[in-house]
């Protein structure tokens, strides 16, 4: 069998093994998904063994998507995920629509086809450009238009504070999901909070947030995190935006892999016979014993480890 190029994932320490290609029939190996992506079996490290036919179980990684909770609005597949391919249905809360006005979504390859938020229907308001530019204030929530030439609708923001800037050099930001308030006219007026919003809350190893991402963040709001299959989540799981920072985001501690070739080597096999754990969380323990004909030249205390954060230390025999 020759080397299984697997897309969006890679087998167990590929540089390693890579050069053996090909291999005999009978020879096995583990291979995993990146972020996002899962197996058909759905764990971390799936087992694929080189038969006449090729690869079996051919190695494939699908696309996850979870579906976050719908402000706005609600669907039956809030708080699931879902595999590459199936699709969704959002209804929307009166006065709220999907982009674009649909109804359906689809988990593809790079993700949800639309985003899954229900925003408020945009009322386009024709309004001529002033020559000249005024204050006036608002109700705390209350949305702005920004205005600078004639039939041209340049921003929409949601406003807690209106502050006037003259000559401002940031209209080619356009915000679509926010509704529009009618009846005043405005030109070359925007919010101050907006200057201090976040991005994107920060990506992490083997790990990702609950909701779905958006383009900013108002301050004070915030995001859960959580980890992959077998990885453990280290540190405060909701990070805030403050001042257009993030707070530092959690950590998700790599599982233990063990490794046949070397407990092969340390004349050692798992303790439990029936137990096929290749993979461990960190802070599971681990118990090894010596295969049939050999005695333990570790001390025995190192026949019962615990993973930490990836790392297998083994006895030998």
Known sequence: CDFPEIKHGNIYDEDRYKQSFPVAIGKYFYYSCDRSFASPSQTLWTQI????????????CIRQCF????ENGHSTSSGQTHQEGDTVQIVCNAGYSLLYNQSNLRCTESGWS???TCSQLVIILIISVLS????????SGLSILWILSKNQLLVLLICSTVVLVSNSLISALILVNSFLVSGLGLSLCCCSSFLRKCGPPPPIDNGDITSFPLPAYAPGSSVEYRCQAFYALQGNRNVICSNGQWSEPPKCLDACVVSEEM?????IQLRWRHEKKFYSRTGDNIEFIC???YHRKSPGHAFRITCQEGKVIYPTC
């Open 291 to 293: 295969k049939v004909g």
């Open 132 to 139: 000249l530019c005024f204050w006036t204030s608002f109700a």
């Open 114 to 116: 639309t985003p899954p």
């Open 67 to 70: 579906f976050p909770w719908v």
């Open 263 to 267: 407990m092969e080597k340390h004349n």
């Open 49 to 60: 063994i080189c038969t006449e036919e090729g690869w079996s179980p051919m190695p494939k």
